[in-house]
């Protein structure tokens, strides 16, 4: 018995089946034009799977809201929105669904078996093309009043401009691009700064100097213990080291600088979403 697992995103479905706490038979598909064409890759997937399928547990974009049944919000992919999907997906596959939302999902798994397994407090930050992130008190998601937390993105830091547009690898490629011309994306900033280009690296720096400053206010606000890093950024080894020394200079500067966190870079990569998702459906079960 075992779960078949899908990760929505706007231009693919990745999907795998869990088992064990093992993810196998992996693959996707290309993210269908239509929920009926979604619907029919989905069952496809799942009959295709070797092992009983006990339910299907979905990451997707939007707000996942288990009371209303719906997926609220806006993303990519606008016809999962504002219609009872969860009750569409259960009749039409003949099993249990659970949905929630991807980067929550992706929060989840790094609590529960991931970089935050041993700690209760946590602030998740996913630097992605925005930013996104999740929750979590007492181990517990915390999703706020209407569903938004989590949504660093939207915070504005130091430069009066929101988190995504600013504290990112992939922003921070965008606009060397700007200054000078070349074509760029953000393995090859790092790869300029390996080969001691001022400009990427004073772009770079820039970019740890917002994410810190971020950090600052959650820090602040919500006291985690520990702020875990995801995202591709995340891969290089040096980055959680380069944010907590500016997040401490922060601190220091209003002395408190006793409740800096830790922080690390996520334990699982592009398999986060589909192991969240996973963990996710058996926690609805209990």
Same mark, same amino acid.
């Given at each position: 018995?075992?779960?078949?697992?899908?990760?929505?995103?706007?231009?693919?479905?990745?999907?795998?089946?869990?088992?064990?706490?093992?993810?196998?038979?992996?693959?996707?598909?290309? @993210?269908?034009?239509?929920?009926?064409?979604?619907? =029919?890759?989905?069952?496809?997937?799942?009959?295709?799977?070797?092992?009983?399928?006990?339910?299907?547990?979905?990451?997707?974009?939007?707000?996942?809201?288990?009371?209303?049944?719906?997926?609220?919000?806006?993303?990519?992919?606008?016809?999962?929105?504002?219609?009872?999907?969860?009750?569409?997906?259960?009749?039409?596959?003949?099993?249990?669904?659970?949905? =929630?939302?991807?980067?929550?999902?992706?929060?989840?798994?790094?609590?529960?078996?991931?970089?935050?397994?041993?700690?209760?407090?946590?602030?998740?930050?996913?630097?992605?093309?925005?930013?996104?992130?999740?929750?979590?008190?007492?181990?517990?998601?915390?999703?706020?009043?209407?569903?938004?937390?989590? =949504?660093?993105?939207?915070?504005?830091?130091?430069?009066?401009? @929101?988190?995504?547009?600013?504290? @990112?690898?992939?922003?921070?490629?965008?606009?060397? $691009?700007?200054? @000078?011309?070349?074509?760029?994306?953000?393995?090859?900033?790092?790869?300029?700064?390996?080969?001691?280009?001022?400009?990427?690296?004073?772009?770079?720096?820039?970019?740890?100097?917002?994410?810190?400053?971020?950090?600052?206010?959650? $820090?602040?606000?919500?006291?985690? =213990?520990?702020?875990?890093?995801?995202?591709?950024?995340?891969?290089?080894?040096?980055?959680?080291?380069?944010?907590?020394?500016?997040?401490?200079?922060?601190?220091?500067?209003?002395?408190?600088?006793?409740?800096?966190?830790?922080?690390?870079?996520?334990?699982?990569?592009?398999?986060?979403?589909?192991?969240?998702?996973?963990?996710?459906?058996?926690?609805?079960?209990?």
């Amino acid at each position: 018995m075992g779960l078949a697992v899908f990760d929505i995103g706007g231009s693919a479905v990745k999907y795998g089946f869990w088992n064990e706490e093992t993810l196998t038979q992996q693959g996707q598909f290309k @993210t269908p034009e239509t929920f009926e064409e979604m619907k =029919e890759n989905l069952k496809k997937v799942i009959t295709s799977f070797e092992g009983e399928v006990e339910g299907v547990a979905m990451s997707a974009p939007g707000a996942a809201n288990d009371v209303k049944r719906e997926i609220e919000g806006i993303s990519a992919v606008p016809y999962l929105h504002n219609r009872p999907i969860y009750d569409e997906l259960e009749s039409y596959l003949s099993l249990p669904v659970t949905i =929630e939302n991807d980067a929550n999902c992706a929060g989840i798994a790094e609590i529960e078996l991931g970089a935050g397994k041993d700690n209760q407090h946590v602030a998740f930050v996913v630097l992605g093309t925005g930013v996104g992130g999740s929750v979590f008190i007492n181990r517990q998601i915390y999703k706020g009043a209407h569903l938004f937390g989590g =949504e660093f993105g939207l915070m504005t830091n130091r430069t009066d401009r @929101t988190f995504s547009s600013n504290g @990112t690898i992939v922003k921070v490629a965008d606009k060397y $691009q700007r200054l @000078t011309a070349e074509v760029v994306n953000g393995k090859d900033i790092f790869e300029k700064i390996d080969q001691g280009d001022p400009l990427a690296l004073k772009l770079l720096n820039d970019m740890y100097d917002n994410v810190a400053n971020a950090l600052y206010n959650i $820090q602040v606000s919500m006291d985690p =213990e520990l702020v875990i890093i995801g995202g591709g950024v995340s891969a290089r080894p040096e980055i959680a080291d380069e944010i907590k020394m500016r997040l401490k200079w922060l601190l220091d500067e209003q002395g408190v600088s006793s409740i800096l966190p830790e922080v690390r870079t996520c334990h699982f990569a592009n398999d986060a979403n589909l192991i969240g998702a996973a963990m996710n459906f058996y926690n609805k079960q209990k």
